[in-house]
């Protein structure tokens, strides 16, 4: 866990840098993009971020609309990649769970670090546990088609799927690193570094 002592002067360059990135939404969806593109999370979750990344650029692409089972697909894979991730990180059983269970093996883990969490941090992580499991159906729908619910997929629902995996992905690394690091609070500025 690296320690950074920030001036003055970088809490205003940084407030002036974020004031000019755009409308706030604009600023919620670059800061996420710039977290899961920081090396740190590439390190410790490679397979999910490039999984991630393929869906995400492929959201882009002209062939949109012909892609967005795909979409779903590589969303599925790389919540399956970061919760195996994850279990490798804190030394749990990998084979414990089908690998499509990814509910499930996110449960262990913040069942295994619970006894280090405050009240509020606990909650909020089993919050998470929920809306991950509500992601992971929105990407089901979407590798599916939409067919169960018999909605064609637009591309709304592509972009939604991309972009909520990456906040849940999000979420859940922050709130577990938090466990790990000094009681210091760290400012955006540094997490958008690390």
């Known amino acids: ?36 593109d920081a090396s740190r999370f590439q390190q410790k979750y490679l397979v999910a971020y490039q999984k991630w990344t393929q869906a995400e650029a492929m959201l882009w692409n002209s062939d949109t609309e012909n892609q967005l089972t795909t979409i779903g697909h590589l969303c599925r894979e790389t919540l399956q990649e ?53 992601v992971s159906d929105l990407v089901q729908r979407q ?19 991309v972009f909520q995996t990456a906040v849940v992905m999000f979420e859940v690394d922050r709130s577990l690193s938090r466990i790990n690091e000094s009681t210091t609070e760290r400012s955006p500025a540094a997490y958008a570094s690390a």
Not at 99 to 110: F, G, S
Not at 145 to 157: H, M, N, S, V, Y
């Open 82 to 134: 970061f919760a195996s991730a994850l279990l490798t990180q804190y030394e749990l059983p990998n084979d414990e769970h089908d690998k499509a269970h990814t509910v499930a093996r996110l449960k262990d883990v913040i069942s295994a670090r619970a006894r280090q969490l405050h009240k509020s941090e606990k909650e909020f992580l089993n919050a998470l546990l929920t809306y991950w499991g509500t």
């Open 1 to 36: 866990s690296l320690s950074f002592d920030v001036t003055p002067e970088g809490f205003k360059y940084y407030e002036e840098m974020k004031k000019q990135a755009g409308q706030p939404v604009q600023k919620v969806e670059q800061s996420i993009k710039s977290f899961l």
């Open 143 to 161: 590798e599916h088609g939409g067919q169960k619910e018999g909605e064609p997929l637009i591309w709304e629902d592509g972009r939604r799927v």
